[in-house]
């Protein structure tokens, strides 16, 4: 079973700062199965990125995803007011066919 | 454009079966795509339950397994889960979800929180 770790546990960070955040696998993801998704409260998930590096549809340019094998990263180049929010990747591949991260809160400081 | 709605029940007794259903417009199933739940007990993180493609091949999450099916209705253009032997533990917001490119959720229906609670 892959499973993801993602870290920090929360990251608090000022609006116009760069965040980075990990995940890193268990066992090595294929490139084109590693996503990225926003949670805010009491919305569903907002999927970011896929394929470990491309943005999805209305997805602002400042969002990035970069990685292989066991280690991705999501790196927002300058927050905004509006990225404050929980952020999961998520994996597809060998069985379980599909796993999560834990999540990462990123808050202001 | 796409969009997912689920519906059913908000309150399942304990070893009862959770029914729900994800009602899918701007797109026909029929036309492909894989389909999927996942569900977010409160407070907690994201858990894939299973998935399925209109032709009714469906994987589901091992954990699960013993006690989930999931079906689809192109007639009705929807696709349902099944939970059996509910547990307070299955207490947790369902989504429905798009499989996209690359296998990634890309869109995501609003959620519905079922309790399960004698």
């Known amino acids: 079973e892959i499973v993801l770790t993602q870290s920090p546990g929360t990251l608090s960070l000022s609006p116009g700062e760069r965040a980075t955040l990990s995940c890193r696998a268990s066992?090595?993801?294929?490139?084109?199965?590693l996503a990225w998704y926003q949670q805010k409260p009491g919305q569903a998930p907002r999927l970011l990125i896929y394929g470990a590096s491309s943005r999805a549809t209305g997805i602002p340019d400042r969002f990035s995803g970069s990685g292989s094998g066991t280690d991705f990263t999501l790196t927002i180049s300058r927050l905004e007011p509006e990225d404050f929010a929980v952020y999961y990747c998520q994996q597809y591949g060998s069985s379980p066919r599909v796993t999560f991260g834990q999540g990462t809160k990123l808050e202001i400081k | 454009q796409v969009q997912l709605q689920e519906s059913g029940p908000g309150l399942v007794k304990p070893s009862e079966t959770l029914s729900l259903t994800c009602a899918v417009s701007?797109?026909?199933?029929?036309?492909?795509?894989?389909w999927g739940w996942i569900r977010q007990p409160p407070g907690k993180g994201l858990e894939w339950i299973g998935s399925i493609y209109h032709s009714g091949s469906t994987y589901y999450n091992p954990s699960l397994k013993s006690r989930v099916t999931i079906s689809v209705d192109t007639s009705k253009n929807q696709f349902s889960l099944k939970l059996s032997s509910v547990t307070a533990a299955d207490t947790a917001v369902y989504y429905c979800a798009r499989v996209g490119l690359k296998n990634a959720f890309d869109i995501w229906g609003q959620g519905t929180m079922v309790t399960v609670s004698s």
């Open positions: 066992q090595s993801v294929s490139s084109s199965y």
């Open positions: 701007g797109y026909s199933i029929s036309s492909g795509y894989y």
